[in-house]
Every structure is written in C-alpha cells, then in structure tokens.
C-alpha cells in the first residue's frame, strides 16, 4: 500500500499501480451526491472514507449515466424467497449489505428493505460491519474488501492476491481504492478526516505537499 493507492508486483518484479483508466468520475460522483453521509458515517464508526468509497464503487458499479448518481437497488441470490424467508440472500445497494447481515450488525431484527434502501442506513451498516472486522483485516482495503465479498478472510490459490473472493472482486476494489485515494488527493479538506493509519490517505504533512 502506498498513500495514492495500492501498488502490486507480479512474479516478473514489475510493480502496477491499481487504478481505473482516466480520471475518478465515479468517485467524484458518489461523493457529491453522498457528501453528507459518507462524512459523518466516516466520523460516527470511525472508518476510513477511502474504504467507504471502494465498497460503494465494487458494490454498486460506476455511476455511469453522465453524472447521475446510479445505484443498483437489490441483489437477489440463487436461492431468494422473500425478504422474511431468506434475508441472507437478498442485498440492497449502495453498499448491498444482506438484509441478513443489516439486522445483525445494527441489532435490531425489524429492520427491512425500505430502511436498507435509505442510503445513509445502507452506508452505515456497511461501515460498522468493516469496523466489527478492524481486528482481522487491519483497514487494509484488499483485506476488507476480501471480508466484505467472502464472509471471512480466507486463503486461496485463485486470484494475484491470494484471497478468496468472488469473480474479480477484488481487483475492482484495488482498482476503486486508488481513485478513491485520488480523488481525496483532489478534496483537500477530507485529509482531516482519512489521515493516519493503514488504509487511510496520507495527510499533506505526510505526503509532502502543500496546502
């Protein structure tokens, strides 16, 4: 990991710098249209913004119509009855926790889609189920986001990062990571807020740069 993102090596030594191509649209999109929320979650649980950023953008896809927020509404697995049947297989975008996994972070067995799809509920989950994980994956971003695909941090011989996950999971969320990093380079005024520790964005001080 590097204050800009996340940095790999292959087995023929040469280093790729995780990002996706161009500028970070998508990023720039989450954040101006959940401004508010992403910031106070990010205080309140005390996780990283970057890390809210990527699971948003791995979760949900880039925001791709113009510069419209988009987000998918609900996922439903192979095995999906109804929301009181099967809550662990049904997920609501943004974050797209498991209406399972929503109920037992936020301890309250009430809660149903209709507040799941409240962004600010959705981002908040999300966040204290990366919390309730700081222990294992340390707020490294390929660690979390190998938590949040999988259950569990698992290894595995299937991917470049040696982790089970699903599909390319994982490096989407790499890829994600660095333009969040990036656009935290762009807006200044959240280095406050994502300074300081493993998986967080290096403050100007850190880095170097003015301000």
């Given at each position: 990991?590097?204050?800009?993102?996340?940095?790999?090596?292959?087995?023929?030594?040469?280093?790729?710098?995780?990002?996706?191509?161009?500028?970070?649209?998508?990023?720039?999109?989450?954040?101006?249209?959940?401004?508010?929320?992403?910031?106070?979650?990010?205080?309140?649980?005390?996780?990283?913004?970057?890390l809210l950023l990527m699971t948003i953008a791995t979760e949900n896809g880039p925001a791709s119509i113009g510069d419209d927020l988009v987000r998918i509404p609900v996922r439903r697995e192979p095995r999906y009855v109804d929301d009181e049947t099967t809550p662990d297989q049904i997920s609501v975008g943004p974050c797209h926790p498991l209406l399972a996994t929503a109920r037992e972070?936020?301890?309250?067995?009430?809660?149903?889609?209709?507040?799941?799809?409240?962004?600010?509920?959705?981002?908040?989950?999300?966040?204290?189920?990366?919390?309730?994980?700081?222990?294992?994956?340390?707020?490294?971003?390929?660690?979390?986001?190998?938590?949040?695909?999988?259950?569990?941090?698992?290894?595995?011989?299937?991917?470049?990062?040696?982790?089970?996950?699903?599909?390319?999971?994982?490096?989407?969320?790499?890829?994600?990571?660095?333009?969040?990093?990036?656009?935290?380079?762009?807006?200044?005024?959240?280095?406050?807020?994502?300074?300081?520790?493993?998986?967080?964005?290096?403050?100007?001080?850190?880095?170097?740069?003015?301000?």
């Open positions: 990991m590097t204050p800009d993102g996340i940095v790999s090596r292959g087995a023929d030594g040469v280093e790729e710098h995780h990002r996706t191509r161009g500028v970070p649209r998508t990023m720039r999109v989450y954040l101006a249209g959940w401004s508010d929320e992403l910031r106070s979650i990010s205080r309140d649980e005390a996780v990283p913004i970057a972070v936020m301890g309250d067995q009430a809660i149903d889609r209709g507040w799941l799809q409240v962004p600010a509920n959705n981002i908040r989950v999300a966040a204290r189920y990366i919390r309730g994980r700081a222990t294992v994956h340390g707020y490294d971003p390929i660690l979390v986001a190998a938590s949040y695909n999988a259950g569990s941090i698992r290894k595995s011989g299937a991917n470049r990062w040696h982790l089970r996950s699903y599909g390319n999971h994982l490096d989407r969320a790499a890829a994600w990571y660095g333009d969040a990093c990036a656009l935290l380079y762009e807006t200044r005024e959240l280095w406050s807020m994502d300074e300081a520790g493993l998986g967080r964005v290096g403050s100007p001080a850190t880095l170097g740069v003015a301000v």
